[in-house]
């Protein structure tokens, strides 16, 4: 883990609310308790929830939006269930991670079918719900496209395929994350046009 990511995961401690740390701590227990970890660095999966948490909390005071940014994966990843997180944090955040959480599973289809049915999912959260999940595409979106180039070519246009629910979301982080998927198609252009002007020389 770098150390900058150390540095967000202390920093804020003393400044946080209770149910924001609650849920922090939560997520770090429940993603450890299965060893989960982010795919391409190693790095424990927390740092991810992290960065989510950061970018929400950068656009809104809402403690049970940031909580739920914190929470946003432990049900679709580990043991936990929305009863657990209604028991321990309430209907409201238990609601926001509900919205959150994918609702395919493997038997619907292919991951066309599944992304399709998630995405239906998605544009029926609350506004609230939906700029968690701007934040989640933005972190998930700078991961993919640094480490896995070929496997960014799906994801992203699965994520301006998304893009067409979340305008409800946070205007700010709906333009970063627009802004995201347009320089990446800038650059893939531009890495097009070079490759075909070096096979005609």
Known sequence: MSESTLDDLRSDDNSMSE???????????AHAAIDQRRKYTGEPYIVHPAAVAKLVGGVTDDVAMVAAA??????EDTD????????????????LVADLTDVSKKEDGNRKIRKAIDREHTSNASPRAKTVKLADLIDNSRTI?????????VY????????EVLKEGDATLFKMAENMISDYYAA??????????????
């Open 19 to 29: 149910i924001v740390r609650k849920a922090r701590d939560f997520a770090k227990q």
């Open 80 to 95: 936990v269930t929305l009863p657990d997180i209604e028991e321990h944090f309430g209907p409201d955040i238990a609601t």
């Open 145 to 153: 496209t640094e480490f896995d180039p070929r496997f960014a070519k």
């Open 188 to 201: 893939e252009d531009a890495r097009q046009r070079r490759q075909q002007e070096d096979e005609t020389r």
């Open 156 to 163: 992203v246009r699965e994520k301006r395929a998304l893009l």
């Open 70 to 75: 914190w929470l946003h994966d432990v049900v």
